[in-house]
């Protein structure tokens, strides 16, 4: 089955046929659900809630700072978007820290949600973790390489991972425990690209890139990053739209014509039967004295303030 002739939501059994057929996969992020619906019929297969809404959307300085309830939120808008993409809600920093914290968040995930799928970041270091989510009934995406919530224990900047022999074997190692989990594919973020095929070749779910090279079964991209949203973008991203400035343009276009008189125009307003507000004003045909009381000097009556009768 190709994923483009079918109108149910997709399952993780769907991935792990796509990536059997050697279909690669285009999964991007969402955080709100109009973008959600727009991504949705385009036909993106994978959208993924990421925690990454804490640093593009909320104005964090990082993704430490999302919470559960910011990102049930953001999944719940993203779920209402969409008819057909696999939403996976990405677990925000200590929501798994323990055994019973992860099944209960991954459950609010899945239950209040709406999400098919979580992802969780971490290689053997949370290979149990997903093995419980996995035994719970919870499908589990790993995250590997960069791992954006241990920024304070990576030393704070974003860098390739993997690029040294000990990096690269550990990198391998996290890679076969993320799938003996259970899990039922995994990001590499930021990995040397012939590392990323090597690990790619050697796992059988598929593996999502995000700067680890074309080698890997799929792809996913922080939307922002590749709409333009920003002035900035990091370099493992194609930026195929100006969004920033595309907006910035049509704001500056709207003001100039509110400030002109030009906005609305004619197209863009109601109007009344004027009969119906002379009426209202109190200015209306029966309000007017008849020929006899002008005749008698009946001065024609005061108009009235809207509100006379209410
Ligand atoms: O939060 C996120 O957007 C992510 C992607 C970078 C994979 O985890």
Not at 210 to 229: E, K, Y
Not at 233 to 249: D, K, M, N, Q
């Amino acid at each position: 089955m190709s994923a483009g002739t079918t109108d149910r939501r997709l399952t993780i059994t769907d991935i792990a046929r796509m990536h059997a057929e050697g279909q690669r996969i285009a999964m991007l992020t969402a955080y709100d659900h109009p973008t959600a619906r727009i991504l949705d019929e385009a036909g993106i297969v994978m959208i993924l809630v990421g925690d990454s809404v804490g640093e593009v959307i909320l104005g964090y300085e990082s993704t430490v700072r999302v919470s559960m309830a910011e990102m049930l939120h953001h999944t719940k808008a993203v779920v209402r978007g969409t008819r057909r993409a696999l939403v996976v809600a990405d677990m925000p920093f200590l929501s798994y820290a323990t055994q019973e914290e992860a099944v209960v968040n991954a459950g609010l995930f899945l239950r209040e949600g709406g999400a098919q799928a979580v992802k969780v970041e971490g290689g053997t270091r949370t290979a149990r973790t997903i093995e419980t989510l996995v035994r719970s009934g919870v499908p589990v995406m790993g995250h590997i390489g960069w791992t954006p919530q241990a920024k304070y224990t990576m030393g704070g900047q974003a860098r390739v991972q993997g690029k040294t022999r000990d990096q690269a074997r550990q990198l391998l190692a996290d890679a076969l425990a993320v799938q003996e989990a259970g899990a039922f594919s995994i990001v590499l973020e930021l990995v040397p690209e012939q590392l990323a095929a090597a690990i790619t070749e050697r796992l059988r779910i598929p593996t999502i890139g995000i700067g680890a090279g074309s080698g890997c079964s799929g792809q996913v991209q922080v939307l922002t990053d590749l709409l333009g949203w920003s002035d900035w973008s990091p370099r493992h991203a194609r930026r195929y739209a100006e969004l920033a400035s595309v907006i910035g343009t049509a704001v500056r276009e709207y003001e100039s014509d509110v400030e002109a008189g030009t906005f609305p125009g004619p197209e863009e307003t109601r109007r009344m039967d004027d009969d119906v507000l002379a009426d209202v004003l109190g200015v209306g045909v029966l309000d007017q004295p008849s020929s006899a009381q002008a005749a008698e000097g009946v001065a024609r009556p005061r108009a009235v303030p809207l509100d006379r009768d209410l």
